[in-house]
């Protein structure tokens, strides 16, 4: 298996650490998956509302009941009627013995309106299990209160489903991955970069930061690019560098420009674009190819996301329009290799509800692979499971099963193929008006050309093997929220 992947590649959500060992590791994590029903009662209402809370917990290490766990939560808020947000998020105090409360802080949007669901369950030693399953509440709007509630856990129907939910992931550190793999080797490119959508104005965000170490073994430099694609309006992108590579541990960090663990900072064609983002990994890495592809580097490249999926808060600034981005959702990813594909195309794509699906299909530079056709690294998370279970097999196929395809070209390019009793067809169309052409210049000199949309839409079919026939297991449609790029020479 050999193959070039772009350079420009997007996004989403991984391994290896920056100096090319095994990566590092921490304690095991708990994860697990609550749901609970109940009602709220607006205070602007005479009504009561229907409410249904499904929650992913996410804690970085083992729980203990007899101490105090800090956890993140992400899942959807239904309202009766008035909510259906599938990208809430908070955080959960589980502290049953040792303070005896579990708090819940959920953030959430209703009809435009940004709301927090702030309440504990007040675990007593008298009534434990009644006390663990009611969650009484208070709904906030910028501080003020809007409504109060009531949830319920309910034991006869949920109690297994929760049971069998929890799972003891080892957890990688996301940061570990961002560090520089280069060590002086001429003919060299590594990138970082980064893909947002603003949930309020709709824009798209992509920022690019590369590393070139010409073939020729002349001095590295350091460049890249940002770009917002606004939701009304045309696509403006501004270049930065090029400028001296200065090596730092961190990550990248050129003339201003910096993309480091938890934080992306600079500006672009003399300010006319800016930027200054928090970023806050949500899952755990994605390997799109193989692990050990980035640990050791035999591949012509290899493409991670260090987390699978990202939120992002702060300002991204062109001309003289700031968007103040708020739980904005994407990822970062890097690519480390000998340059650009002779033809790519990618796609990260963030389902809602935890679920987030890479595509990286490549023909490769190298002789003799040039006339084959491109080869398909995809990786479909969905809760704790990712399919393929292998990402060597959507590109090579165990005995002439599982192949995968791609069939490149604008404005629309199709990914489909089979693993074991699934399928998948992926339709992803580049509108033209909302796609960015950019040129690439590899280690060697030659050139590529990226066509690069964070405002693309994508159709996605899941279907499985059953009594015979295939059934729809899933089904996704992005209407102006996938990231997409194709890539010619």
């Known amino acids: 298996m050999s193959t070039d992947v772009p350079s420009g590649a997007g996004t989403d959500t991984s391994t290896g650490t920056g100096t090319g060992t095994s990566g590092n590791t921490l304690a095991r994590g708990t994860v697990f998956t ?3 029903l109940g009602t709220l009662r607006l205070d602007a209402e005479d009504r009561t509302r229907r409410v249904r809370l499904d929650l992913k917990v996410s804690a970085g290490r083992v729980m203990r009941l007899t101490g105090t766990t800090e956890a993140r939560a992400t899942g959807r808020v239904r309202i009766a009627g008035w909510a259906d947000d599938a990208g809430a998020k908070g955080e959960l105090e589980i502290s049953p013995l040792a303070r005896r409360r579990i708090r819940y802080r959920i953030a959430f949007t209703a009809e435009g309106r940004r709301l927090t ?5 007040s675990v007593t030693p008298r009534r434990p299990v009644a006390s663990m399953t009611v969650l009484p509440y208070t709904l906030y709007e910028d501080g003020a209160r809007v409504g109060t509630g009531t949830l319920r856990f309910p034991l006869a129907t949920q109690l297994v489903p929760f049971l069998a939910s929890f799972r003891f992931p080892r957890r990688e550190d996301p940061g570990a991955f961002l560090a520089p793999r280069w060590k002086g080797e001429p003919g060299r490119t590594e990138v970082w970069y980064t893909t947002v959508t603003d949930p309020s104005s709709g824009s798209g965000l992509w920022l690019h930061h590369e590393l070139t170490a010409p073939a020729d073994g002349s001095e590295p430099y350091a460049h890249g690019w940002a770009a917002v694609f606004p939701k009304d309006g045309p696509v403006r992108h501004a270049r ?6 200065t090596a730092d541990d961190a990550g990248f960090s050129t003339d201003g420009v910096a993309a480091a663990p938890g934080r992306l900072t600079g500006s672009a064609e003399d300010g006319a674009l800016r930027w200054d983002l928090a970023e806050h990994p949500m899952d755990e890495p994605l390997f799109t190819f193989p692990r050990w592809s980035w640990r050791r580097q035999l591949l012509p490249a290899a493409q991670i996301l260090p987390a699978a999926r990202a939120s992002y808060d702060g300002t991204f600034t062109h001309d003289d329009t700031t968007l103040k981005l708020s739980s904005a959702p994407g990822a970062s990813a890097r690519i480390y290799g000998h340059g650009n594909a002779r033809r790519w195309a990618w796609l990260h794509a963030d389902l809602g509800g935890g679920d987030v699906l890479e595509i990286v299909a490549a023909v490769s530079m190298r002789p003799g692979l040039r006339r084959l056709p491109p080869l398909v690294f995809l990786r479909l998370r969905r809760g704790d499971r990712t399919w393929p279970r292998r990402p060597e097999r959507p590109a090579l196929g165990w005995a002439g099963l599982g192949r995968f395809r791609t069939t490149i070209g604008l404005p629309t390019w199709t990914t489909t193929g089979r693993a074991g009793l699934r399928r998948i067809r992926v339709d992803v169309t580049q509108p033209e008006d909302r796609t960015l052409a950019l040129d690439y210049t590899d280690p060697d000199g030659t050139h590529a050309i990226c066509r690069n ?5 994508a159709q996605i079919l899941l279907e499985r093997w ?5 059934r ?7 209407d102006g929220t996938a990231h997409a790029e194709v890539g010619t020479r």
């Open 117 to 121: 669901l702030d309440g504990w369950k």
């Open 472 to 478: 729809t297991e899933a089904e996704w449609t992005l």
């Open 34 to 36: 609550e749901t609970m």
């Open 453 to 457: 949309s964070e405002r693309a839409d």
């Open 466 to 470: 059953w009594l015979g026939g295939w």
């Open 240 to 245: 930065f560098g090029p400028a001296p590579w």
